[in-house]
């Protein structure tokens, strides 16, 4: 129901953007966000977008990591610049609804070379 897009392989210090789109049995969608696995990680929160557009950020990307979203589309994106190889991860996208029942999409790679 989520669909995640946008991931690949790059060399450090380039940019990827990440998309996710919900399908439209999915209805009410209030926050948006991205986390993220790396390999014998824990999955991590990396950045939330409220309805109105407020974000917040893990540590380890302010100032590089932009999320955004449109609401006409039920999408939310995430800008990724300046990638350091410790950003290296599959990245899930998840929403809440406003009955804060949450979805999650199925994961698109990121893989950033020295």
């Known amino acids: 129901q989520l669909q995640a897009s946008g991931g690949g392989l790059v060399q450090a210090g380039r940019s990827l953007r990440l998309s996710c789109a919900a399908s439209g049995s999915i209805s009410s969608i209030n926050v948006m966000g991205w986390y993220r696995q790396a390999p014998g990680k824990q999955r991590e929160l990396v950045a939330v977008i409220g309805s109105t557009g407020t974000a917040n950020y893990a540590d380890s990307v302010k100032g590089r990591f932009t999320v955004t979203r449109d609401n006409a589309k039920n999408t939310v994106y995430l800008q990724m610049n300046s990638l350091k190889p410790e950003d290296t991860a599959v990245y899930y996208c998840?929403?809440?609804?406003?009955?804060?029942?949450?979805?999650w999409g199925q994961g698109t790679e990121v893989t950033v070379s020295s």
């Open positions: 998840r929403m809440w609804n406003t009955n804060k029942y949450d979805y």
